[in-house]
């Protein structure tokens, strides 16, 4: 490999279920690509729900945009004021400054591959984590 090369210019290639993971109770994120690999112009990373659990609470990014693809089972997606269920194979664009919050309302896991632009959300996960295990739900 040519030792020239920024880290953002090196093909990133991850087989399933690799990446940094973090886990948040019933919900666990793997992140695939982050400020590092992509010079803070996107986050990659993939969420997954258990079944009858809830993700990361309303909120909104005022100077982020998000991507999200329903990679499997039904996720249900708050946008605005409305919630939607979204089954495999939903994209979602959610604009900076929108109200969001997925969840899993089915028997079934689900998963949701996000792209958040611009990067650098992952700095955020260690205190994510942290704040789901003091507060664990059930």
């Known amino acids: 490999m040519n030792e020239s090369f920024q880290p953002d210019q090196i093909p990133v290639i991850l087989p399933p279920g690799e990446g940094r993971k973090y886990s948040m109770g019933a919900m666990q994120a793997v992140f695939k690509a982050d400020e590092v690999e992509t010079d803070v112009r996107y986050s990659v990373s993939e969420w997954w729900l258990d079944p009858h ?3 990361p609470g309303a909120h909104l990014h005022e100077a982020n945009e998000e991507l999200f693809y329903v990679l499997e089972g039904t996720t249900s997606f708050l946008v605005g004021d409305k919630w939607i269920d979204a089954p495999k194979g939903t994209f979602l664009r959610i604009p900076a400054n929108t ?3 997925f969840a ?3 028997d079934q896991r689900t998963g949701i591959f996000n792209v ?3 990067g650098g959300f992952e700095r955020n996960m260690p205190e994510i984590v942290a704040w789901f295990e003091a507060n664990p739900s059930g």
């Open 116 to 118: 958040y632009i611009p």
């Open 99 to 101: 109200l969001h919050d």
């Open 53 to 55: 659990s809830e993700g």
């Open 104 to 106: 899993n309302r089915t």
